[in-house]
């Protein structure tokens, strides 16, 4: 095999922030990822990860200000939202320009929607990829490369762990989305958060038997989707699953 660990990180809005406590866990465990893929929010976390940046100093970024302070309005334009603040911030922090000049390999999955399949980047402009992987569909405009359209990876393969079979002696997912009973929608984010957390969760159940080790904190599912004001409690709940697992 060419790598020993490979890690793979789900979509889940800003449930993400709990892919930084797993990895600094599994970091305090000694264990680093040869080589990373992720999908949306996982797409964010896990290459900057790559980059070389500890899970602490991108927790301390991405809450310096509130959600939506990364987005900007968009008129209704292809979506509700655009990046283009978030593109802003990525720019200030990645130190290279391109997937394929990263500290560690990575595999963003966003989904062509001109051809309607999932794709995984290994190349090309790092925040191009990136901010279309976390594209969610109508709340965010899709982002076009090569004149190609794509949005959020999650609607078709919210766990790619896809690009990493055959390559790696073992394969960590982390999967931060699941479905239990919901008894009430107070917010329209909440109904669309759960809409996402649907059609992500049954197309992403074919690649969980793919895992050596599936990391799937409980805890993490009462979490909402669209906000960061438990960002530092979903952090926890990332790193206590890890460091509390006899198997990991």
Request: glycine letters at 8%; proline letters at 4%; charged letters at 20%.
């Amino acid at each position: 095999m060419k790598y020993k660990t490979g890690l793979v990180l789900s979509g889940g809005g800003s449930r993400g922030f709990a892919h930084l406590g797993v990895v600094k866990a599994l970091a305090e465990k000694g264990i680093k990822p040869d080589i990373i893929s992720g999908t949306s929010a996982g797409a964010v976390a896990g290459s900057l990860i790559a980059d070389g940046h500890s899970p602490e100093e991108i927790f301390k970024q991405q809450t310096s200000k509130r959600f939506l302070a990364y987005t900007n309005f968009n008129y209704f334009k292809k979506g509700l939202l655009n990046f283009k603040n978030l593109r802003a911030v990525l720019k200030k922090t990645y130190t290279v320009k391109n997937i394929e000049d990263l500290q560690i390999p990575f595999y963003a999955c966003a989904a062509n929607l001109n051809e309607g399949k999932a794709e995984y980047f290994n190349s090309g402009n790092l925040i191009d990829v990136v901010t279309a992987s976390a594209s969610v569909p109508f709340l965010f405009k899709p982002v076009e490369i090569n004149g190609i359209t794509y949005t959020d990876g999650g609607l078709i393969d919210n766990l790619p762990i896809k690009p990493l079979l055959g390559q790696c002696e073992k394969i960590i997912c982390v999967n931060l989305i699941h479905l239990k009973y919901k008894q009430e929608f107070r917010k329209t984010k909440q109904i669309f958060g759960r809409i996402f957390d649907v059609l992500t969760y049954h197309n992403q159940k074919t690649y969980i038997s793919e895992c050596d080790i599936l990391i799937e904190p409980p805890d993490i599912y009462a979490q909402p989707y669209f906000s960061n004001k438990n960002a530092r409690k979903v952090f926890e709940i990332g790193y206590d699953y890890v460091m509390k697992a006899e198997d990991i």
